[in-house]
C-alpha cells in the first residue's frame, strides 16, 4: 500500500476543510502544525510507509521541510506532474512509482480529523475499485484497476480526445460504467451499501502546478511520460 501525496494546488478545487486552496494551504496550521505535517504524520500512522508526494507550487520547500520523510516515519519519493494539472495526467505521471500496489490520494492541505485508519480498514476489508473518504474531495483509496480509467477516461461533458481536466469524478464514473465496485468510504453493514452516486459532478477536484515533464525520486530526475 502507498500514498500518493498531492501538493502544491492553485486554489482550483474546492476545500471545505481547509481555508486555503493553493500551495499556501498545506503550511496553514491544523492542530497546532502545518496541514501537510499532519497528513504525513497520518499516513505513518495508518502503517503505510512510501509515500510519493506529488509536487507543484513550493516544490524547493517542501524539498527542505520534508527530506526524505525520515522524521515522519516514512520514506518520500519526490514526483512532479504532467504541465496540465489534472489528476489523470499526475497519475499517469506516477505509475512506474504506483506499479501495481493499492494506494491512496492525499491533498497535503487537507485536514482530515481523526485520519484515515478506519477508512483504510474498510477498505483493505472490501476492496473495491475505490472508495472515497466522505467530505474530504481528493483522498481516495484506488486498487491497480484505476490505471485504466486513467488511459481511458475523459472530462466530463467530453467524448473521445475531448480537452480538459479529467477529475476524479470522472475516473470513478470510468470504473463504475466497467462494472466495477466504487464505494463511499463510509462504514456499511454489507457490500451493497458501499455503492456510491457517480452522477455527482466532482469532477473540479483537481489540483494546479506548473511545473516541468519530469518525475524526481529522491532528487534525481528521470523522464516523466
Do not use: N
Not at 473521445?160 to 476524479?168: K, R
Not at 469524478?169 to 454489507?190: H, I, K, N, S, Y
Request: proline share 8%.
Amino acid at each position: 500500500m502507498k500514498a500518493l501525496v498531492l501538493s502544491g494546488g492553485s486554489g482550483t478545487r474546492p476545500r471545505p476543510r481547509s481555508s486555503a486552496g493553493s500551495s499556501a494551504g498545506q503550511w496553514a496550521p491544523a492542530a497546532g502544525k502545518p496541514v501537510l505535517f499532519d497528513v504525513l504524520e497520518g499516513i505513518a500512522d495508518t502503517g503505510i510507509l512510501d509515500v510519493g508526494i506529488v509536487l507543484g507550487e513550493g516544490a524547493d520547500e517542501i524539498r527542505a521541510a520534508v527530506g526524505d520523510g525520515t522524521r515522519f516515519g516514512i520514506s518520500v519519493t519526490y514526483l512532479p506532474p504532467h504541465r496540465s494539472p489534472d489528476p489523470a495526467r499526475s497519475l499517469r505521471c506516477a505509475r512506474d512509482w504506483l506499479g501495481e500496489d493499492d494506494f491512496v490520494t492525499y491533498p497535503g492541505d487537507t485536514f482530515v480529523p481523526g485520519g484515515i485508519g478506519e477508512q483504510l480498514e474498510e477498505f483493505r476489508t472490501h476492496r473495491p475499485a475505490a472508495q472515497a473518504v466522505p467530505d474530504h474531495p481528493g483522498v481516495y483509496f484506488f486498487t491497480e484497476a484505476v490505471h485504466r480509467a486513467v488511459e481511458s477516461a475523459t472530462p466530463t461533458g467530453g467524448g473521445p480526445g475531448a480537452s480538459g481536466a479529467a477529475g476524479f469524478g470522472d475516473l470513478l464514473r470510468w470504473l463504475a460504467d466497467q462494472g466495477l465496485e466504487v464505494a463511499t468510504g463510509a462504514p456499511t453493514t454489507g457490500a451493497d451499501d458501499t455503492r456510491t452516486d457517480t452522477s455527482t459532478d466532482t469532477s473540479t477536484d483537481t489540483f494546479g502546478a506548473t511545473v516541468t515533464d519530469t518525475a524526481v525520486d529522491h532528487g534525481r530526475p528521470r523522464t516523466c511520460s
